[in-house]
């Protein structure tokens, strides 16, 4: 477990997984909430609690790939 952490903090994986939950939950959530931001103007609490969470999730799915990606291209590392 330590090496997996170790993995996915480090510097590439961080900042890839970072871009990736920008760019995938920014997609997601002008999807999900752009309506209520174009129409409303602004959002309730657990709005903004689900639109980072929206974030989260993109960007959790990308770290656990990459580290297995880097596992399985990286015998030497296991």
Known sequence: MKLWFSLAFCKDIFFYS???AI???TLLM???YGEVLWFRGYL???EILRILLTYLV???VST???VAA???HHPEVR
């Open 18 to 20: 970072l871009k990736m």
């Open 23 to 25: 760019l995938v939950g």
């Open 30 to 32: 002008l999807i999900n």
């Open 44 to 46: 309730m609490q657990d």
């Open 58 to 60: 993109p960007y959790c």
């Open 64 to 66: 656990c790939t990459s």
């Open 70 to 72: 880097y596992k399985r």
